[in-house]
């Protein structure tokens, strides 16, 4: 179990919880409240009270321990320790908590595939979950796909947190585009008119310069859309005969750089992109400064909702994704989830907590869990009206942030719209949803970690990561691409290629 002095002696996390998105307007559809009985056909009084401590994830503010905290305790007759740790360093202390071995009874891996993982698995630091989950109802409803993209050596060593193959889109703000005359742009040489606009044009009306086209993070984070218009591929491209290359020496690769790099010279990305965390890159959508972003879907409605607090005429609204130079667009296809649900090996010979644990998780995943996260406890967070839907309090869930109590959900394709948005935002979410649902450009090795990749990943990313930077702040001309090639080839790449290509002859569908 996670010594909670200790965690916060040695890590300095700070206990605060997960995703609440948007503000609660108006009435939801009909639902059946939350109910009081527990998991399974045991009552809380017939087990005996445990702790369980479960580290995450924080996008939002904390969960306070009011009614809802106090249902999820009495439900599972347990002292619930929910440890949430800001999505900046989240990856970071984890792995700190793994490596020290004083881990969370369950915890969020966000990763995947990732060396790191497939380390400490090797290590035996988690504990495969294949007898556990069987017989779950509801993780069980999760997608055949997902489960193949996350076995290690034929087993199951984390609960998927499933999410739609695809979940981003671009994001722009259509009352600048309104001020200036300009059109939605369509393709990639509209885009770049629009986001050196957006920097020059004074779009928001002001006076004052204080605008930018696209909001961008570190190591060039938020551009998925653009990489796609230039034809990268996802991690890895098929080749015209037919072979993999590695999306970050591809010739389109070299293309989007350039593109970005001329983004760069105009001013229209944030000239301290490079030194940016996520929750800063949304600071500069919140606070009116950029007028671009490519995100996921679910991150709309706060941004429509910070927005509307800091000018009640802004309007942002989801955009279909630029088409490139020869007519490509697209955006990823996942792995069919964002994180795995772990728990520490350690804990296998409590079997009993163990299967507390993933009744506790697969409760998340029910529809009742799912009706929890989204409008909290009956009677404390929302009121049934005569016609049997719900009338939420908007001010006490954000302020309880209910959400944040848990950290798993069910599968839905339309999980990323937000219940309590309005229907305007619901109805442009749900839009943006089917329209890249067939958008997706499919990684072809998805689920394979190579061994070159374990070995030598981190260093080959770096050095991709660092040489990009570069070129787009213009410390290195775009012409030493070529040279970059060579030494990422040089330095790991060629193995890596090699072993991927010898897997996809034998695997590819």
Partial sequence: MLNKRKWYKHMSIVLAATMLGGAVTGCAKKEEPVASNPVGSAKPADKKRIKISSMFPLYGDPAQKTEAWKFIEDKFNIDYEPLAIPNNSSEEKVKLAVASGDMADFTTWESFPSADFSNYVDQ???????????????????????????????????????????????????????NLGLPVPKTTDELFKTAVAFTKNDPDKNGKADTFGFAVGENIAFLESIWHAFDTGNNWRIMEDG???????????????????????EG??????A????????????SGNAGIYVGNISDYPKFVDALAKTNPNAKFVLAKNPVGPTGKSGTSNGIGFYGLQTIPASLGKDKDKVKRIIEFIDWQASDEGTLFKQYGVEGAHYTKNADGTLKPNADKIKADAVANLVSHNKFDPYLAVSTTASADVQKMQREMIDYVADKGVTNPVIGFLAPA??????????????????????KSPIEDFDKFTKEWLDKGGSQLTKEVNDWYKVNKK
């Fill in 243 to 265: 072979t993999l290359m590695n999306s970050a020496i591809t010739p389109g690769r070299k293309q989007g750089l350039t593109f970005v790099r001329d983004l760069y010279k």
């Fill in 453 to 474: 990749q374990r070995e030598k990943g981190a260093d080959l990313n770096k050095l991709r990561d660092e040489f990009f930077v570069k070129v787009v702040m213009g």
């Fill in 124 to 178: 035996g630091a988690f504990l495969a979950l294949d007898d556990y989950i069987k017989d779950m109802p509801n993780i069980m409803k999760t997608p055949q796909a997902a489960w193949d993209n996350l076995k290690i050596n034929g087993k199951i060593y984390g609960i998927p947190r499933t999410r739609p193959l695809t979940t981003v889109a671009v994001m722009i703000r259509q009352d600048w585009l309104d």
């Fill in 268 to 273: 229209a990305i944030d000239k301290d992109f």
């Fill in 275 to 286: 030194v940016l965390k996520t929750t800063q890159v949304w600071e500069k959508i919140n």
